[in-house]
């Protein structure tokens, strides 16, 4: 009795506060693979929760374009968006205008995710975005061609990978002339700097600017993890992956016409669903490394952030806070194999019985390569796409490796200017 | 009938003359303000911000307000001898030669294009009307929609220009005209040229059908042949018309954004002027150096247009 008490007392009080305060909050949310649908189903039922409204806009699937438009209305102050879904290396780029999570959330709450990313969110002391999802590229094969080629395990270096998807290349051509060994995204953007950074890192040559910000990037390490992918493009990758983002690489991939792929979490999901050629048929682990060097993922993965000029901060906050709350993220992490930010679902069995490689690839999720955003601040975006382009020249076979690390390692060190 | 209006009686024919032509003038400026207004407001204050901000340092996102560095954004040499301005940086020469490139390449092809078909339609065939609707429906998409319509038809794995391609031998597998950087360029204008060549013939055709019948009648007369009559006659005609095309064709293409964007993104062997300013302007949040870019590309456009105006006497009335 007390309880039915307490809960009706509870329901007239949302009641209450819902009819004191319904909102409707805007919300930029994703686009890519699953995303809209997921991020409506969340924000639906918080909504459904609290009596207010949430209206999600469209968003372009691609991060630099989603940043582009941000940009835009943050700098003009706009209170358009109440909320934002961030990428891993914004909150240095446009933290000044987003609002400090810590004083809607409890510390106990945020304690609960990964410290680095909640560490990469702060900005001068201000939480400018709760963990959503964390992200790390990853090493997608196909586990029936695999096997028909007798292969017992994924390869483990990048020169194992070549041989690998050569043979399957040559075999499965002669009933499909489609197939293509490897495809990753190396179309000249944000997804190529990921990629890339991967490479180099896997070779033990570093991360663009290291953490005193110093560039770094030209090395003879990262020379040789460019020759080496720069192989691949033409041989075993299409030499129109340059036009590749993450969702054509996808599409090549669950058509059935790749024997491997580099790309986040989010396309096991996609994968694994009805109609998808690879459905049942999908392995998952870690990057190849280079010689003599560990695999590397590139740290990605989104935050929800509340826009500073938002008319319905109180609200926004409470949304996010739903969103990025345990029960919501192992939600997602079941239906649409989006990475928890907090630790302890990847111990849950119902998460583990949904994306069996949460588990044996935790390591690779807690110890991704961060992009040197946090080090470059405002110029991030500038570096990114100076690099992008100078591995772009090299994928497509415009300048050789080492003529283009020197002239990027010129190109860092002009945006550098001064300091970062 | 009534009497018609002239035949009222005047008084003084001269004075009222005057007045009349004054009060006309006073009219006639009357309206023009609002409009004038208008166009300052919605092109004047933009050109002369821009110009502004080109002299100052403005990141949107971080500064709080421009700081002005007079020409730093155009020519500025550090210490360590590193060039920072506009001009010093090979991305934007490169920008500007691909832009070049793409404009004479493609304003070539519409035009000759353009008078093939203008010429086809204003000759007496059958069925011409439904021709000159026909040969409008590239024109009609708009450019986001068959941009991306192009980009699936190169597409490697399934666009069709890729598959004839690949079947045809110029391409192997996993390749496309797109993906290959010597050719990128020349599939853009090829995009360009479908979607435009419509307009071209549009305009030309607009100018064919000025030049009176009978001058062609004569020429029978005299005994010249068709293809006398193209060159003496037709052509010579045409060329007011010609010119007004090539300015506008010309001038679209040196600030080409959309279909090149759409399609390659900002992938060097491709990347425009407008594209480059873009990319400083929106995407790096540089105002002060993204707006030196945009007031660069005004003076190359300006200067096209001078050229054109002045080395070819093109008369706008």
């Known amino acids: 009795m007390k309880r039915v008490l307490a809960s009706l007392s509870l329901t007239l009080a949302c009641a209450a506060v819902s009819q004191a305060g319904a909102v409707t909050l805007t919300f930029a949310c994703d686009s890519v693979g699953q995303g809209f649908d997921e991020c409506k189903k969340g924000a639906d039922a918080w909504a459904k929760r609290t009596g207010n409204t949430v209206r999600l806009i469209q968003v372009p699937k691609e991060t630099d374009q989603r940043l582009a438009l941000y940009q835009q209305q943050l700098g003009a102050r706009s209170a358009d968006v109440d909320v934002y879904m961030i990428d891993v290396v914004w909150p240095g780029l446009i933290g000044q205008h987003l609002l400090d999570m810590k004083k809607y959330i409890p510390a106990a709450e945020v304690n609960r995710h990964f410290p680095a990313i909640v560490q990469n969110n702060t900005i001068n002391g201000k939480l400018v975005g709760m963990p959503w999802f964390t992200d790390a590229g990853v090493l997608y094969y196909r586990t029936d061609l695999l096997k028909k080629y007798g292969y017992t395990k994924p390869p483990k270096t990048w020169n194992e990978l070549s041989t690998m998807a050569q043979k399957i290349q040559a075999g499965e051509r002669k009933t499909n002339s489609r197939f293509v060994g490897f495809v990753f995204q190396g179309k000249n953007y944000e997804g190529l700097t990921c990629d890339a950074l991967e490479w180099i890192a896997s070779f033990g040559g570093g991360t663009i600017v290291d953490s005193s910000g110093k560039v770094t990037v030209n090395n003879a390490k990262a020379v040789q993890a460019l020759q080496a992918i720069q192989g691949l493009v033409g041989t075993v990758a299409p030499q129109a992956v340059t036009t590749y983002g993450e969702e054509e690489a996808r599409n090549v991939w669950q058509a059935g016409n790749a024997a491997f792929m580099r790309n986040w979490p989010y396309a096991y999901a996609a994968g694994q669903e009805q109609g998808s050629a690879v459905r049942g048929k999908i392995g998952v682990a870690a990057l190849p490394a280079g010689p003599g060097g560990k695999p590397a993922a590139t740290l990605g993965g989104w935050q929800l952030a509340v826009n500073a000029y938002s008319k319905n901060p109180k609200e926004a906050a409470e949304l996010v806070r739903y969103l990025t709350g345990v029960q919501e993220q192992k939600r997602r992490a079941v239906e649409a194999s989006y990475n928890p930010t907090i630790a302890s679902l990847y111990k849950d069995k119902d998460v583990l019985k949904a994306v069996p490689f949460f588990g044996s690839l935790y390591d690779v999720f807690t110890n991704a390569v961060a992009r040197p955003a946090t080090v470059t601040g405002s110029k991030y975006n500038q570096v990114s796409d100076a690099f992008s382009t100078a591995v772009y020249n090299v994928l497509t076979k415009k300048s050789a490796p080492g003529p283009a690390m020197k002239t990027l390692e010129g190109q860092l060190n002009r945006i550098k200017g001064r300091g970062w | 009938m009534t009497t018609p209006l002239p035949s009222r ?307 706008f009335d």
């Open chain 2, 9 to 315: 009686p005047t008084a003084a024919p001269a004075r009222t003359g005057r007045g009349l032509q004054a009060s006309r003038t006073r009219v006639a400026l009357l309206l023009l303000v609002p409009m004038l207004l208008v166009l300052a407001a919605v092109a004047g204050y933009p050109l002369l911000r821009t110009i502004y901000l080109s002299f100052t340092e403005y990141n949107i996102l971080t500064d709080p307000a421009p700081k002005w560095i007079g020409l730093g954004n155009y020519w500025f040499t550090t210490e360590d001898g590193v060039g920072l301005g506009v001009l010093q940086i090979p991305e934007w020469w490169q920008s500007v030669w691909n832009t070049v490139k793409f404009t004479v390449g493609s304003v070539l092809l519409e035009t000759v294009l353009g008078l093939a078909f203008a010429l086809i339609i204003n000759s007496k065939i059958r069925g011409r009307g439904l021709l000159r609707t026909a040969i409008l429906v590239p024109w009609a998409i708009p450019t986001v929609v068959s941009a991306q319509m192009w980009n699936w038809m190169y597409n490697d794995s399934f666009g069709i220009i890729s598959d004839w391609g690949q079947r045809l031998g110029f391409l192997q597998a996993g390749q496309s005209f797109l993906s290959n950087p010597d050719t990128a360029l020349a599939a853009l204008i090829a995009v360009d040229v479908w979607k435009t060549t419509p307009f071209m013939a549009l305009l030309l055709l607009a100018g064919l059908q000025t030049i009176p019948s009978d001058m062609y009648e004569a020429a029978d007369v005299d005994g010249a042949n068709k293809w006398t009559q193209f060159w003496r006659l037709t052509l010579p005609l045409l060329t007011p018309a010609l010119l007004v095309a090539l300015i506008f064709r010309t001038l679209d293409a040196l600030r080409v954004f959309d279909m090149p964007y759409i399609v390659k993104g900002n992938a060097p062997e491709t990347i425009t002027m407008s594209i480059y300013a873009r990319q400083e302007l929106i995407l790096n949040s540089q105002f002060g150096f993204g707006s030196a870019i945009s007031v660069l590309i005004f003076l190359i456009i300006m200067v096209f247009t001078a050229i054109y105006v002045t080395s070819l006497r093109v008369k």
